[in-house]
């Protein structure tokens, strides 16, 4: 007898509850959930001369927004700073960037 057998007659007796898989938790999914289409582009504006990396297009809130600052940042081992819906990178990392965000589910330009 193996695992699968004692699991269903556990459930079968009432000793563990009987859970299925709904539709929104499918949803849920870190790869499906990010539908965002993200801009990676580089800028030099007010910046005095620095080259900076943004990503543009987030529609997530400014905590989640934090987060994946947070985690491209220590990939990176870099600065950099989100707010307002993009996170910019400090220094030219466009080619960087760009797998990092497709290993996390975005899709990027």
Known sequence: MDWKDLLSQKVAA???????SSEQDKADTPNEKKADTLSVLLDKKGRKGKTATLIVGFTCDDAELKEIAAKLKSKLATGGSSRDGEILIQGDRLNDIKPILREMGYKVK
């Open 14 to 20: 009432g000793e563990l509850p009987y859970e299925e």
